[in-house]
């Protein structure tokens, strides 16, 4: 017969053999490379760290151009201002400027009587007898427009030796610098009985003596539109001393150009 030698002591809870424990507690550190440990740690650590620099360095920032946009707003509205100050001046100088110029085109368009005459004088031949001068008025091409040449023309009447005569003093006319030589024509010559000298008559002889014939004549002209400032010269021979005075005030202070 087979025998069965069982321990059951082993089986006993007292008898249970216990666990060995190592250091005390069960936590097992990680052993081996420890660098990317550390570098985890420092960017856990330092990435806040960073973020807060950064935040504070841009804060500031911030401030600064805040400041700088409200110191520039300032800034842009004091130039507005000086701007628009400049831009009234400028106006009101422009609408000086208009002014001054208005008046000084009139002024240079201004034709001393004294200097016309004594202009005609010189070029009136002997053969030739001015007898009338009427200004001619200006007028427009178009209604409600301003006439081209504002100065107007000149008539003039008078008696001459002969056709020939009248031609003659129609070409001196011409040459003058106050006369448009364009513009200046014969209206009418016609011969007529010359007028008895006053203070003379028929002798009481009985004898009728008839007058001799001369060519009366009538010569119109536009007056130039030169300015007078182109006419120093000539208003200085016809003795004009006034006028080109002022004139030449207003070239030197720059009203009127050279």
């Known amino acids: ?4 030698d069982v321990n059951f002591l082993k089986d006993r809870p007292g008898y249970q053999k216990k666990p060995e424990r190592k ?11 420890l660098t990317p440990v550390y570098v985890g740690v420092g960017l856990g650590v330092g990435l806040p760290v960073l973020l807060g620099v950064c935040c504070w360095f841009l804060q500031g ?6 400041a700088n946009a409200a110191k520039l707003d300032q800034e842009s509205k004091k130039l507005d201002t000086e701007i628009g100050n400049i831009s009234k001046i400028k106006a009101d100088t422009n609408a000086i400027k208009t002014q001054t110029q208005a008046l000084v085109s009139v002024f240079d368009q201004i034709r001393p009587w004294s200097a016309i005459l004594q202009d005609l004088r010189d070029r009136t031949p002997a053969a030739v007898q001015i007898e009338t001068i009427k200004q001619i008025p200006p007028v427009a091409a178009v209604v409600g427009q301003p006439p ?19 031609n003659d003093f129609l070409l ?15 209206l009418t ?3 007529v009985d010359a007028p008895l000298t006053p203070g003379t008559g028929q002798p009481n002889t009985g004898v ?15 007056m130039s539109d030169v300015p007078a400032s182109e006419l ?5 021979k016809k003795g004009t001393v006034g006028l080109v005075t002022r004139i030449r005030s207003m070239q030197k202070i720059g009203v009127i150009p050279k």
């Open 23 to 33: 250091g005390g507690i069960g936590l097992k550190f990680p052993t081996g490379n």
């Open 208 to 222: 009728i003596i008839k007058p001799p014939q001369v060519v009366k004549y009538t010569i119109q002209s536009s």
């Open 148 to 166: 081209s040449n504002p100065a107007g023309g000149l008539e003039i009447t008078g008696l001459a030796r002969s056709f020939n005569d009248v």
């Open 1 to 4: 017969m087979y025998s069965l």
């Open 189 to 191: 010559a016609t011969l």
């Open 232 to 236: 120093i010269r000539e208003l200085e």
């Open 61 to 66: 920032k911030i401030g600064e151009l805040e």
């Open 172 to 186: 001196i006319l011409q040459q003058s610098q106050f006369l448009k030589s364009t513009e200046s024509r014969i």
